[in-house]
Structure formats: structure tokens, C-alpha cells
């Protein structure tokens, strides 16, 4: 399997199993005032502070959270993603676009999609599919009709937030390589943390624990809750809640980092059952393949 695949693969998972169409549901928001315009902020200031990240150096420098992977797959990987966003957002069906290389997306982006371009201009290219995506999102309607896979007030709300958070992901692994200290603005990175807890987390999946087991996840620098309650069948979360057998109390960007499994040795408070990490860190994870 090419790491190009693995890329798509890395996207795409997520919304297998979640929907069998659109998701428009917003009950999970609470006290996040983020909308379609700060989001495409965030894909404007994330994607150029990644682009300068990763022009600082080589290419090939391995990327740790990502293991296989070197900055220029990282790269090709962001602007494939860009890409495959716009073609969803400009040209709407009933199903994502199914794509498993660059090329399948020449119809409507040759300029963009015919070929990676070699190192020398890889970046520039980066560049311009971040480019593309933010006048795709700004041009878009309000009321735009699209396939969605998570939930959010309208699709174009969904996308929006989807790329701005894939791409500040990818800038923290990015500055990772390059041994730059990274920040998150703490309201984004609440947002961020939303969008995990509430669309990526509560999958039909099985674990192996004898009761249910519920995990407080505390931002205290914004001041929200998330209970998530792993059970033997389902994981569903909750904004409100009372005992937890595990409470995790950091920051949102702490949190967001602990439970996106980039930063292990994080200063996030553990009070309860620790044990439960492991359950965690062995099923909510990011797939590669």
C-alpha cells in the first residue's frame, strides 16, 4: 500500500460507519462560538504557517507522529486533502468524492491535480491548493446542499471546520519535525477538541470491558466538559454529566494533543482509573492503513 494511500485512507476512515448520509445534527455544541468565517481564518493563518513550517528544511525529514512518513508525504497528503474538499464542496453529490489518487481529481482541477510536483515545488503547490480550498469555502452559499459525514449546523460548516482542523493536526506534526514549539488558540482548540469528542469518538465499535467506563475530559482553560462513555457495544458522549470512573483536566490543546494520541507525555491531570488510557490509546486512534 503507497503512503498516498495511506493518506486517503487516514481521511476517509473516520466516516465509514458513521452515517449513511448526511449529517446535520448539532446537539453536541455547547458554548463554541466558531463559525463558517473563523474557520476559513483558521485554514488561511494554519495551512501558511504549515507551508512555512515545512520549507524551513528538508523534505525527507521524518514526521514522529506519523511513522512511515516524511514531511514531502505530509505535504502531498495536505494538498491532496484540499483538493478532494473542494471538488466536495464545489461540485455536490449524494456520496463524498470516492478518489484514491491525486489524478482522479483532474476533471475539474487540472491546473492542481494532474501530478505532484517534484520537491523544488512542492511547497508552491501546497500553497495553491490551500489557496483554491479558502475561495472554494468563501464563494460557497450559505445554504449549500452536500454529503457530510460529521456533525455540524450546515455542510458548509462541516467542511469548513474539518479543514481548519486537519490542517492545524498536520502543523503541529509539521513543527514536531522541525523542533518548533507549537501553540492553539484556546477557543479553536476547544472547537477542535468538540469535533473529536462529539463527531470522531461516539463510533459503533466493540470493546473489551466487562461495564461501561466514563472519561470526564476537562478543558479548564475553557471551562468545557465532555463525558464520553465507553461501553462493551457503543461509545456515545454527552456534554453534561456527573461521575466519571476517569477525569482528564489540561488545557483544550492538552487535551485535543493527549486524545488525538500525538502527545503521550502530556501534562493533562489523570484523577480515577489511568487504566482506562490504554483502552483508549489501543482503539481511538489514528489508522494509517
Known sequence: MTLLHCAVLYTLYFAVNITEGSVRSDSSRSGIPLDVSDYIGFVATEGELFASTAEQGDLS???????????????????FI???????????????AD???????????????????DDADLVSWYRKTLANLIQV???????????????????????????????????????VARDIPSEFDPQFAT??????????????????????????VHAHDTDEHWYATLGPDQTTVARHGGGADLT???????????????????????TGDVAIMDLWHGNFRVRWS
Open 99 to 117: 478518489v484514491e489518487d491525486l489524478p482522479d481529481l483532474t476533471e475539474h482541477w487540472p491546473e492542481l491535480a494532474t501530478s505532484y510536483p
Open 61 to 79: 525529514v521524518e514526521i514522529p507522529p506519523c511513522p512511515g512518513w516524511e514531511m514531502r508525504d505530509l505535504v502531498r497528503h495536505l494538498g
Open 82 to 96: 484540499h483538493v478532494w474538499a473542494a471538488e466536495n464542496v464545489s461540485f455536490p453529490k449524494d456520496d463524498w
Open 137 to 175: 469555502l468563501e464563494s460557497a452559499p450559505a445554504d449549500l446542499e452536500c454529503f457530510t459525514f460529521l456533525p455540524a449546523p450546515t455542510p458548509l460548516t462541516m467542511w469548513s471546520r474539518r479543514q481548519a482542523s486537519e490542517i492545524a493536526i498536520h502543523r503541529f506534526d509539521a513543527q
Open 248 to 270: 482528564l483536566t489540561g488545557t483544550a490543546a492538552e487535551l485535543y494533543l493527549l486524545l488525538w494520541n500525538r502527545a503521550l507525555d502530556s501534562s493533562v491531570t489523570m
Open 191 to 216: 472547537d477542535m477538541l468538540d469535533e473529536l469528542m462529539c463527531g470522531f469518538v461516539p463510533r459503533l465499535r466493540t470493546l473489551e470491558i466487562d461495564r461501561p467506563k466514563v472519561v470526564d
